[in-house]
């Protein structure tokens, strides 16, 4: 079993920059590719980005690239989302997760955390 906490959302400006973390704690935390899926109202979950368990690989919706980071320490169990360009439509709860795995067209994850709201002002 493993517990994913985030941290570090808040109200931000357009243009403006936050950066997400998110710590992991469990047996073999360390070991699973990590990664941030986001919800705004009335819309479904959607996937952001994911890093491997090695932060050797990474990957990005198209809706971010370019403008969000992320990166992982696993001396800290803890991956970073840092978010810069912000936009309005990127308002929404972020939910960090554990244990992504691609299956047929989208991500997945077996361990979700609580969600942090990001509010992004115009």
């Known amino acids: 079993q493993v517990q994913v906490v985030e941290s570090g959302g808040g109200l931000v400006q357009a243009g403006g920059s936050l950066r997400l973390s998110c710590a992991a704690s469990?047996?073999?935390?360390?070991?699973?590719?990590m990664g941030w899926f986001r919800q705004a109202p009335g819309k479904e979950r959607e996937f952001v980005a994911a890093?491997?368990?090695?932060?050797?690989?990474?990957n990005y919706a198209r809706s971010v690239k370019g403008r969000f980071t992320l990166s992982r320490d696993n001396a800290k169990n803890t991956v970073y989302l840092q978010m810069t360009s912000l936009k309005p439509e990127d308002t929404a709860v972020y939910y960090c997760a554990a244990d992504l795995r691609f299956s047929i067209t989208k991500y997945v994850a077996n361990y979700w955390g609580q969600g942090t709201q990001v509010t992004v002002s115009s």
């Open positions: 890093i491997s368990w090695n932060g050797g690989t990474t």
């Open positions: 469990g047996r073999d935390a360390s070991s699973y590719s």
